[in-house]
């Protein structure tokens, strides 16, 4: 929370920066003598939600894309093959970001993936 200090005088209204504590006129923008944004402090990130990768993957009916689903019409094959691929490489980014190397990657992405789908086939 950052706190202004606004005080009257003669010349008009003074700001006092929260930063190098100096006073000045700018009531907007940034402070002239540390070049501290008063309303713009933030560093321009912005907060990503995180999703979850399981369902980021998944029909609406609960139903991996990488597998059949008759009620929306994705048969074996070539229809599962790219929700498949889209798939592994998710997993993949998640070994290479630990940093594993690029073909184990891959592998324990296969790996990964042929266990969730054992998982997911499951009677609940």
Not at 14 to 29: A, F, Q
Request: proline content about 5%; aromatic content about 6%.
């Amino acid at each position: 929370m950052i706190l202004l200090l606004v005080i009257e005088s003669a010349h008009g209204f003074m700001i006092k920066c929260p930063r190098c504590g100096k006073l000045h006129k700018n009531e907007r923008g940034k402070c002239p003598f540390c070049d501290w944004g008063l309303y713009s402090h933030n560093d321009g990130k912005h907060a990503v939600k995180e999703r979850d990768l399981i369902a980021k993957h998944c029909c609406p009916h609960d139903i991996l894309r990488c597998m059949p689903c008759p009620r929306c019409e994705r048969y074996a094959g070539e229809d599962c093959e790219a929700y498949e691929r889209s798939m592994l490489v998710d997993l993949q980014k998640l070994y290479l970001d630990d940093g594993t190397k690029r073909s184990e990657a891959w592998t324990k992405a296969k790996n990964l993936l042929a266990a969730i789908k054992q998982i997911k086939d499951m009677p609940k």
